[in-house]
């Protein structure tokens, strides 16, 4: 990924180059959204924002939402209050460019001077590159890295209808180009929203599978920005409340849809993760997730929630005394205990939540083919960017992802032979099946 730090990266050193960023980024002012919680802050949200006195409002969002008619009671406040807009409901998935450029296309020709984003990480990451290229008069591939864009953005609203991306207070969007299978990070404090609304009410419909993997999406930010070097007493704190509220309310999430105290935590966990991120960045996870979700569409959280797992693991040994800590505020150990014993249970406990919740061990879209390819895509990014406790090298990540290869199809039990009709079998090769493959230590960062 080219971007500020990559160059910069290949200029003076990554271990010295990060050790600066982290100097930067533990002292970069970057704001917060003021947020409005509850049942309907959504339409607290949208009155504000006809108040507010915007000429027309960009409403960005995808078809499920407004099949679902998630969308009606926003439009309608808006209509109440005499405020003008127009709904761009075409975002799909990972926020594809070609999207992107309607996007902005249809901004300008409806003279839009704010944006709102009603939806989940993808909706709201659209909005913020539209507004970005809308401003600067530039394609979103120039606008990929750190501060590419000489103007701020229009003022940007956010409504999250998942728990998980905490984008409504980051600095950063993840866009996708069909063309390259890639994800790219556009980052800029100037793309924090100015409001943000977490209206529980609006994800009790949300499915079992999504609740599940954007739950782990969050946790997955808490648990990076956490383990990774550039943290600070702030990031910490939202860092470790994340990860005790993900463990105590995705599981009743999941199980109890309706649950409106138990959605109202995971949107809370979600964007005190997202705090924590911004700053302290992610890591190795991430790295490998973007290279999944590039190459197969597979969806960021489940990316992360099946990764997430086997990178712990694999670093363990350099994150034990934070990972210790990490499982007594996730409540699956005693402060006291042993702090190596904490570390295992900790991440052993990963593993459990994803079983209870309905993740899947491994990728069934994972080909060992591409298996080379992913690792170097993935160890360049977090090379170039992530403050990550361990430095992943190429084979230490090719044998991770080995271990994700979805398991080999099971051989159809033989039919026993009938008399009068003898069936013939022949023999079957099959592949011989690969070792497990040992986790490679890398150096320390």
Not at 181 to 205: C, E, N, S, Y
Not at 236 to 257: G, K, T
Not at 344 to 358: L, W
Not at 421 to 436: D, F, I, N, Q, S
Request: with cysteine; glycine share 8%; hydrophobic share 50%.
């Amino acid at each position: 990924m080219v971007n500020l730090i990559g160059d910069m990266a290949r200029a003076v050193g990554l271990p010295r180059l990060k050790r600066a960023a982290g100097v930067v980024t533990r002292r970069l002012p970057i704001p917060q959204p003021l947020l409005m919680v509850g049942p309907g802050a959504s339409l607290r949200l949208a009155q504000a924002l006809a108040d507010f006195g915007h000429r027309k409002v960009f409403v960005a969002t995808d078809a499920v939402i407004v099949r679902l008619g998630l969308l009606q009671p926003v439009l309608h406040t808006l209509d109440a209050a005499g405020a003008a807009y127009v709904v761009f409901d075409t975002i799909t998935p990972d926020a594809p460019i070609p999207v992107i450029e309607s996007g902005i296309a249809r901004y300008e020709a409806e003279a839009c001077d704010a944006l709102l984003a009603f939806g989940g990480g993808s909706v709201m990451d659209a909005a913020k590159v539209i507004g970005l290229a809308a401003s600067n008069r530039k394609h979103p591939r120039e606008l990929v890295g750190y501060f590419k864009g000489l103007r701020a953005p229009p003022p940007i609203y956010a409504v999250p209808t998942t728990a998980g991306t905490g984008s409504e207070v980051t600095v950063a969007a993840v866009i996708s180009d069909p063309e390259t299978h890639q994800k790219l990070v556009v980052a800029d404090t100037r793309l924090v929203p100015r409001m943000a609304a977490l209206d529980p009410a609006l994800m009790t419909g949300l499915p079992a599978p999504i609740t599940a993997a954007t739950g782990m999406d969050a946790l997955t930010h808490a648990v990076e920005a956490y383990i990774g070097e550039w943290g600070t007493p702030y990031t910490d704190r939202m860092a470790l409340a994340a990860v005790a509220m993900v463990y105590r309310h995705l599981p009743r999430a999941c199980a109890e849809p309706g649950d409106l105290v138990a959605r109202e935590q995971m949107a809370l966990a979600s964007t005190y993760a997202g705090l924590a991120f911004t700053r302290a960045n992610v890591g190795n996870v991430h790295a490998i997730a973007h290279q999944l979700g590039g190459r197969y569409g597979t969806p960021h959280g489940l990316a992360n929630a099946i990764v997430l797992p086997a990178v712990l693991h694999w670093c363990s040994e350099a994150a034990q005394a934070k990972l210790a800590t990490l499982a007594v505020r996730a409540g699956v150990g005693d402060a006291g205990a042993d702090e190596a014993a904490l570390a295992r249970r900790f991440v052993t406990s990963v593993e459990d939540m994803n079983r209870a919740i309905g993740i899947p061990a491994r990728l069934a879209a994972l080909r060992a083919d591409d298996i080379p390819a992913l690792a170097a895509a993935a160890c360049a990014e977090a090379d170039a960017n992530y403050p990550v406790p361990m430095v992943m090298s190429t084979t230490a990540c090719e044998s991770l992802l080995l271990g994700l290869l979805p398991d080999k199809p099971q051989r159809a039990p033989r039919r026993k032979a009938v008399a009068a009709a003898p069936v013939k079998t022949r023999k079957v090769t099959r592949a011989a099946t690969p070792a497990p493959a040992r986790k490679t230590a890398g150096r320390r960062a």
